[in-house]
């Protein structure tokens, strides 16, 4: 995550001014596309992990824990389907 965020905000900094066709032909191509979606993903699995440690800390209550987990499963997938559909739609092969 970490590394990504580095290189993205280099690429960003670096080159002309930002609007749609500079993001446009930035995350179609396949490299950056790719590599955009695995950033999502592992940020999602890092939510996942960081709000389950909490919610079994502090949510003593089992079937509301279970109730929280299952919101909060279905909101990442529904995120990640949505990340993954926006990149798709985007990606020249």
């Not at 001014?17 to 999502?40: E, G, K, M």
């Not at 993903?41 to 279970?66: E, K, M, N, P, S």
């Amino acid at each position: 995550i970490g590394l990504y965020l580095v290189i993205a905000l280099i690429t960003i900094s670096t080159g002309p001014t930002l609007d749609y066709a500079r993001w446009h032909s930035l995350l179609s191509q396949p490299v950056v596309s790719i590599a955009t979606l695995l950033f999502f993903f592992f940020l999602l699995i890092h939510a996942w992990v960081g709000i389950r440690d909490v919610l079994v800390d502090y949510v003593q209550l089992q079937a509301l824990r279970f109730s929280i987990l299952m919101v909060l499963a279905l909101g990442l997938m529904t995120m990640g389907i949505w990340v993954s559909m926006i990149l798709l739609s985007v990606v020249k092969l």
